[in-house]
């Protein structure tokens, strides 16, 4: 079934990438369409709920200075803001914002639906539809089939996603997720190579039972520091984080137990980012 709109763009996945595409295209105007597989994770932070920090936080001001959205939504939705590396030189100090998981899906979600020339569906895509290797448009596991003149792919960890905890392994894109499994077939069947990083995931901690006399306050920023040039202030609330270090005792658990590693076992075959993206 094809749909009756046809669109400038289409964006596949809206993670943090796809949003900022699919933004970008429609306040240029153009039709855009942006699939993803559930439209309540909009801007899902899955591993470490923060925006910045070395590595990074110049491509959130690079973000922002192109008229993207993620600074702002930082500013607006910070548990916490830190500039880092502060004992060092100018040149590597860092801002970073714990960020408000819920509150962040929230505000990406609130915008992307009141955006003009912007359309979002709840879809899987499984196939590209290509004529004489130009691109048509796409098919979905629910049959329906959407055209554009552009593709914008923007999958994140979902492309025949795996997750590991311990030695054991399952599909996903994240954990209660499924992958896109269909996709990344059809991306191999028409010559475009895929490849692999691997990300990790800090355990949760439950807040009931840490002993918080025995760990490190660390205050948020005093100074005004923002990520979005076009924020002047912010209402909200300073949380504070803890620092916890390990000691010989943890290292001794951890070498004990480097069995039980998927990575040491070999079972992980892919390269890990030098900073989480």
Not at 6 to 34: N, Q, S
Not at 235 to 244: A, I, K, S, W
Not at 247 to 266: C, K, M, T, V, W
Request: charge should be positive.
């Amino acid at each position: 079934m094809k749909y009756a709109k046809e669109y400038a763009v289409l964006v596949v996945g809206a993670g943090h990438a796809g949003l900022e595409a699919a933004l970008a295209c429609a306040r240029l105007g153009l039709d855009t369409l942006l699939l993803t597989l559930n439209l309540d994770t909009l801007g899902k932070m899955s591993c470490n709920p923060a925006i910045g920090g070395p590595g990074k936080s110049q491509l959130v001001r690079e973000i922002d200075a192109l008229g993207g959205e993620m600074a702002r939504a930082a500013d607006a939705t910070f548990l916490q803001l830190k500039m880092l590396n502060l004992s060092k030189g100018p040149a590597v100090h860092s801002l970073r914002a714990q960020s408000d998981r819920a509150e962040y899906v929230r505000y990406m979600k609130t915008l992307a639906e009141n955006t003009p020339h912007l359309d979002m569906k709840q879809a899987e895509v499984t196939e590209l539809i290509l004529t004489d290797k130009t691109f048509q448009g796409v098919k979905t596991k629910m049959g329906f089939d959407y055209y554009a003149r552009a593709l914008i792919l923007t999958t994140g960890t979902f492309l025949r996603g795996e997750i590991f905890i311990g030695l054991e392994s399952t599909p996903a894109g994240r954990l209660g997720e499924f992958p896109a499994s269909a996709l990344t077939a059809s991306l191999n069947a028409h010559g475009i190579r895929t490849g692999r990083l691997k990300t990790g995931t800090t355990p949760r901690l439950d807040r009931r039972t840490l002993d918080f006399t025995k760990i490190q306050e660390e205050p948020g920023l005093e100074e005004k520091h923002f990520f979005s040039f076009e924020t002047e202030s912010s209402l909200r609330p300073q949380q504070p984080c803890y620092l916890v270090r390990t000691n010989p005792r943890s290292h001794e658990i951890i070498r004990a137990n480097l069995d039980r590693s998927p990575l040491y076992q070999g079972m992980i075959n892919a390269v890990g980012p030098r900073y989480c993206p």
